[in-house]
C-alpha cells in the first residue's frame, strides 16, 4: 500500500539557519503531496501541497517540490525563527483510488533555538 | 471564514464508558474526515463521511462509528472504551470528497482511565 516516510527526528537547530526534513513517499498512481505543520497542543495546519509533479508548493517562507522522479517531497526554508517550533507531518491523498484518506508520516519534530 | 470546530476540547472517561465527539465542518464542505492520533502510533485514519454516508473506514473495530447529519456535521461514537482509545481526535473538512485538500480542526484529547 501507500506509504510516507519522514526524516527520524527532532532537528534542533539555530535560529535564522537552514532547515531541510526529508520525506520519500511509495504511491500507485498520482497522490496529492501536503505538508502539515502542529504546533504543542494544537490540531494540524495546512502548511502547503502540490498535487501533480515538479509543482512547487510555498506558504510563510517554506517550500517544497513534487518529485516523481525520486518520489520525494522535501520541506525547506531558508531561515527559520524560533517561532517555527512545531511538528512537521509530510502526507499523501491516494491518487490510485478515492478512499478519502491521508497518509501520514511519522512527523519529525523541529525545535529552534535563539 | 470560520474553521473546523471540535467539541469538548478535553474529555475523561472510564473504561468500559461510551465517548461522543462532535465535529463542524467549514461552511461549505460536504466531507467530514476523523483520525486517531494516538501515542506512538501516529495519524492513523478512522472513518470518513459524506454527504451524509459513510464512504470509508479505517481498520478500527466496529465499536468506534460515526454519522453524518444533514447539515454536515459529525460525531464520532467509541462505545467500550478501551485503555489505549486514549488519544487526539482530530476532525478534518474538505469541499469535496475524495483526494481533495483537508482542512482539520483543534481536536479533541480522548483520556480514558
Known amino acids: 500500500g501507500d506509504s510516507v516516510t519522514q526524516m527520524e527526528g527532532p532537528v534542533t537547530l539555530s535560529e535564522e539557519a537552514f532547515l531541510t526534513i526529508n520525506c520519500t513517499y511509495t504511491?500507485?498512481?498520482?497522490?496529492?503531496l501536503f505538508w502539515y505543520v502542529q504546533y504543542p497542543g494544537e490540531g494540524l495546519q495546512l502548511l502547503l501541497k502540490?498535487?501533480?509533479?515538479?509543482d512547487k508548493g510555498s506558504n510563510k517562507g517554506f517550500e517544497a517540490t513534487y518529485r516523481k522522479e525520486t518520489t520525494s517531497f522535501h520541506l525547506e526554508k531558508g531561515s527559520v525563527q524560533v517561532s517555527d517550533s512545531a511538528v512537521y507531518f509530510c502526507?499523501?491523498?491516494?491518487?490510485?483510488?478515492?478512499?478519502?484518506?491521508?497518509?501520514f508520516g511519522q512527523g519529525t519534530t523541529l525545535q529552534v533555538k535563539p | 471564514e470560520a474553521g473546523v470546530t471540535q467539541s469538548p476540547t478535553h474529555l475523561i472517561k472510564t473504561r468500559g464508558q461510551q465517548a461522543t465527539l462532535r465535529c463542524s465542518p467549514i461552511?461549505?464542505?460536504?466531507?467530514v474526515y476523523w483520525y486517531q492520533q494516538a501515542l506512538g502510533l501516529g495519524l492513523q485514519f478512522l472513518l470518513w463521511?459524506?454527504?451524509?454516508?459513510?464512504?470509508n473506514r479505517g481498520n478500527f473495530p466496529p465499536r468506534f462509528s460515526g454519522r453524518q447529519f444533514p447539515n454536515y456535521s459529525s460525531e464520532l461514537n467509541v462505545n467500550a472504551l478501551e485503555l489505549e482509545d486514549s488519544a487526539l481526535y482530530l476532525c478534518?473538512?474538505?469541499?469535496?470528497?475524495?483526494?481533495?485538500?483537508?482542512?482539520f480542526g483543534p481536536g479533541t484529547r480522548l483520556l480514558v482511565l
Open positions: 478534518a473538512s474538505s469541499r469535496y470528497g475524495g483526494p481533495e485538500t483537508q482542512y
Open positions: 504511491a500507485t498512481g498520482y497522490p496529492s
Open positions: 502540490a498535487t501533480k509533479a515538479d
Open positions: 502526507a499523501l491523498s491516494e491518487g490510485s483510488s478515492n478512499t478519502g484518506k491521508l497518509i
Open positions: 461552511s461549505g464542505h460536504t466531507s
Open positions: 463521511y459524506d454527504e451524509g454516508e459513510e464512504r
